[in-house]
């Protein structure tokens, strides 16, 4: 107990502050500009969303565990599907990992008290809300029936729902994607630490620099999508509907002009999460750093180039198809680059099986998948039989959540120390990632082989002979629905009953570990001076190992 | 016909490019497990041969190889444009209707299918083909998005409001075939499913003689444009006429008020009939009225066949005549295919 105590420098029992202690009331949290308080508050928001986008999951698989459209009125599934793509997409997937990880992370990381813009970023919390807010107030009053891909001229002229709302909703909710994206490109350009040279930053960093590059400039482009189709509803100028002169082609163009590169405000910050979880857990530094970094740059500007890949069917022309399909092809290889170097960084390492390392192989394997089978999608020839169906379903969930969702939960374990000061049960953690492992792939599998059979996606009835695979999809929900499930209950708990964590549970070489835990409201006491590169294991970027190993050995006696 | 294992892992081979997509789809599962054993056995073989044997250690740094890197960018973009090209050469042949194929009208209406045959048979929900020969589709739809999918054949193709579009396939085996609306389009969206019937020649010939044939579109085409709709009154020909003349203009080129130069498909006589004003004929004035509104889908398709049979030489395409249709007159429902269900019968 003693060699403890001499190590974390009384960290542990001396009660100083840190930034949950730092104001109690509830103005003191609503009105704070501490960047670490924000990312909680996003934290409890987003998993109100995430839960309720795990309702509608639950219900659709429920749904579809028998052919006929028999648990809810097809009507009422029409909704739940659109409201999980929705709330999964809008409120939980794009602001997961920036809003949440980024916020607390990335000033942490490059050793700045706080964002540049901190009311800035107390703005875009509460225009999420707002955004949020408008939106379940639209679901609650009787829901949207559109898709969440809105297409026209369903959404515009035929569709009851209530479009409108939650279009405003979506609306200022992108402003709040937009300030996030500016503030952190500020944040990243002017507060580096001293010797926090670009080449030093951790690739987290660099993933969200690319991620904020895309929210910045496409946002701004379903912004406008949105906007136009209020008008087009409102007033009923032509601009989507044919009946009234408009084109319903040029809504899918602005739509996925804005929602493909959104794919990639997605999966890039979860690229960056799974660069730092297999990097510190093999103790080696990424194997080719530059090349991770750039990739992360490429894939931000090739995504721009790819929408029309969501038309190939809708009757652009087939020049236009193969054109979209070749660039489509490129931007596959700067994904393959991340997986090579993963791999080749476990190489002569030191790998240890913490919950956030299974949950990094986990996502090697999904994404894996899920890129792979991006390639058919992208075959021009091959995706005019596959679109539309439970191949696209299945494709986009490896890419979401065994590409993103396990990034997050990998994340959220390994720095759930340094937000709480908490260490989470190892124990429930490895057995919570096995579950969610075994569970996505027993409910996504199938649905590949259901859609080269031909199902369509959004049928709330389906022939019967596809049914034997529908229930190993739900049966794998379930499973899924646990190991999901179990992370609130052991998480939470660890916050009273967990073991204190030191500053720096994992002795990882990040500027974030070299502060307390939780960290004190201006995140250092002292500014820090970076003089080793990113990555760096050896005591020669001042980690005391040797103390480490003391302290374990206490802990053990 | 569906297979009846347990777990159905293909659709039918039924089209002549069925073949084709599902080779590109073995290529791809070829090429996925290719990449994926390696890595799985590297990330396995690591994470066993390197696991942590002592805390904390510190492993020899490794700074990545330039050599490694490009290798790993060009074989991924070698094999990626391999796919791509394969891709393109199958969707080349998918979306490019041949010249000799036997048109069927398609008309996508929440939530149903309606067909019509040249012969004048019309079909709600079903589609009636004979194998071995080409059938090209030109489709549109009265209100939101639907999309014509035939997993059977492995082809669909969105239906957009306000223009055409064009799906077409050669179906290799006689069966009955699901049909699907893969393009969400609102409430019964999962239930604007059907039947692709393939039928032999000599079964569709007398499927054709046995329905009930109506006008065919050309008939009734000629019928709205005569009488109903009153277009003869400008368009009959003749020197002297208000509105251009129609005859011999399909797939020719139209000189526009204003110079440009537009060539007169079935998109530009829908336009010309629904939005007269934007493309004029020169030595025309715009003084045609719209007929937006007034025409269904299914009369736009019947007065397009009849302007297009205007021009005999140009229109290649051939009608579903039956074969021998004398040899069959007689006999109307002796070989229909059994067990036709009911319209809407299947949810």
């Known amino acids: 107990m003693n060699a403890q105590t001499a190590i974390t420098e009384g960290h542990a029992d001396t009660p100083k502050g840190n930034y949950l202690t730092n104001g109690s009331t509830l103005a003191s949290w609503l009105l704070t500009k501490d960047h670490k308080r924000i990312a909680i508050m996003y934290l409890i928001s987003v998993s109100v969303f995430f839960m309720m986008g795990g309702l509608y999951a639950a219900t659709i698989r429920l749904e579809l565990l028998t052919p006929a459209s028999d648990l809810v009125e097809t009507a009422t599934y029409n909704k739940v599907f659109t409201q999980h793509g929705i709330l999964m997409i809008f409120f939980f997937l794009i602001p997961s990992i920036p809003a949440i990880l980024g916020n607390f992370l990335l000033p942490l990381m490059i050793g700045a008290k706080d964002l540049a813009l901190p009311r800035i970023n107390l703005l875009s919390l509460y225009i999420y809300w707002l955004g949020g807010g408008l939106t379940l107030f639209a679901l609650m009053q009787g829901g949207v029936d559109t898709g969440w891909t809105f297409y026209t001229p369903y959404s515009t002229t035929f569709s009851n729902s209530f479009v409108m709302f939650v279009g405003l909703g979506i609306f200022i909710n992108g402003f709040s994607s937009i300030l996030t994206g500016l503030n952190f490109i500020v944040t990243i350009h002017t507060m580096r630490a001293p010797g926090m040279t670009w080449f030093r930053m951790p690739l987290f960093v660099w993933a969200h620099y690319a991620t904020s590059l895309v929210m910045i400039l496409g946002t701004p482009v379903v912004a406008i999508t949105v906007l136009l189709l209020a008008i087009e509803r409102a007033t009923h100028v032509g601009i989507f509907d044919p009946s009234i002169g408009g084109d319903p082609i040029l809504f899918q163009h602005m739509f996925w002009f804005y929602s493909h590169p959104a794919v990639y405000i997605m999966i890039l910050p979860g690229m960056g999460v799974i660069s730092e979880l297999i990097s510190n857990f093999s103790r080696k530094k990424v194997f080719g750093y530059e090349f991770i970094a750039f990739s992360s740059i490429a894939i931000a500007v090739f995504g721009f180039l790819v929408w029309g890949h969501h038309m190939f069917v809708s009757g652009q022309s087939i020049y236009a198809g193969m054109v979209f399909s070749f660039l489509t092809m490129v931007v596959a290889v700067p994904s393959a680059i991340k997986m090579f170097n993963w791999t080749a960084t476990l190489y002569k390492g030191s790998i240890s099986f913490d919950t956030p390392m299974l949950y990094a192989i986990g996502f090697m394997g999904l994404f894996l998948i899920g890129g792979l089978t991006g390639l058919f999608l992208g075959a021009i020839g091959l995706t005019v039989h596959l679109t539309d169906t439970y191949f696209v379903v299945a494709h986009f969930h490896y890419v979401m959540v065994g590409g993103q969702v396990i990034a997050y939960l990998g994340g959220i374990h390994y720095w759930w120390p340094k937000m709480t000061g908490r260490m989470y049960s190892e124990f429930w953690g490895k057995i919570s990632a096995m579950l969610v492992f075994v569970g996505f792939n027993l409910t996504f599998f199938p649905q590949f082989i259901l859609g080269y059979q031909g199902m369509p996606r959004r049928y709330a009835a389906y022939p019967e002979e596809l049914q034997v695979l529908n229930i190993f999809s739900t049966a794998g929900a379930s499973v899924l629905g646990i190991g999901l499930i179990m992370p609130a209950i052991y998480l939470t708990h660890s916050l009273i009953f967990g073991k204190k964590a030191g500053d720096n549970p994992w002795m990882h070489p990040g500027l974030e570990w070299r502060t307390s835990s939780p960290p004190p409201t201006e995140n250092f006491d002292v500014m820090p001076v970076v003089t080793w590169e990113a990555y760096e294991f050896g005591e020669e970027s001042g980690l005391d190992l040797e103390g480490a190993k003391r302290r374990d050995a206490a802990g053990v006696a | ?347």
């Open chain 2, 1 to 347: 016909m569906q297979n009846t294992t347990w777990v159905p892992l293909f659709p039918d081979q039924a089209s002549t490019f069925a073949w084709q997509v599902d080779a590109l789809y073995f290529y791809l599962i070829a090429v996925s497990v290719a990449f994926t054993i390696p890595i799985v056995v590297a990330i396995f073989f690591f994470a066993l041969k390197y696991r942590e044997t002592e805390k904390y250690a510190t492993p020899e740094e490794m700074h990545g190889s330039m050599l490694l890197e490009t290798v790993w960018s060009i074989i991924p973009f070698v094999i990626s444009m391999t796919i791509f090209i394969g891709g393109a050469l199958v969707y080349f042949n998918q979306y490019t209707p041949p010249e000799d194929a036997m048109e069927v009208y398609v008309v996508g209406k929440q939530w149903m299918w309606k067909a019509q045959h040249q012969t004048g048979q019309r079909e709600i929900n079903e589609l009636h083909v004979p194998v071995g020969r080409k059938v090209k589709l030109t489709m549109t739809t009265e209100d939101v998005l639907h999309d014509f999918s035939i997993p059977a054949f492995r082809t669909k193709a969105d239906v957009v409001p306000g223009r055409y579009t064009y799906m077409w396939f050669e179906a290799t085996k006689p069966g009955k075939y699901h049909l699907y609306c893969a393009e969400y389009c609102g409430l019964n969206h999962s239930g604007m499913v059907g039947w692709i019937y393939v039928m032999e020649q000599r079964d569709f010939d007398n499927w054709l003689s046995g329905s009930v044939s109506g006008q065919t579109p050309v008939e009734m085409g000629k019928d709205l444009f005569t009488n109903k709709l009153g277009c003869a009154s400008c368009h009959a020909g003749g020197p002297a006429q208000r509105g251009a003349k129609l005859e011999g203009i399909y797939n020719h080129d139209v000189k526009l008020v204003g110079g440009a130069t537009v060539k007169a498909d079935e998109q530009y006589i829908r336009n010309s009939i629904l939005n007269p004003s934007s493309q004029v004929v020169e030595g025309f004035q715009p003084i045609m009225p719209t007929f937006k509104g007034q025409v269904t889908e299914e009369q736009l398709n019947a007065l397009v066949a009849y302007i297009k049979s205007l021009s005999p030489n140009a229109a290649a395409s051939t009608a579903a005549m039956p074969a021998t249709p004398a040899a069959n007159a007689n006999t109307p429902a002796a070989n229909k295919p059994a067990a036709k269900p009911a319209a809407n019968a299947n949810k």
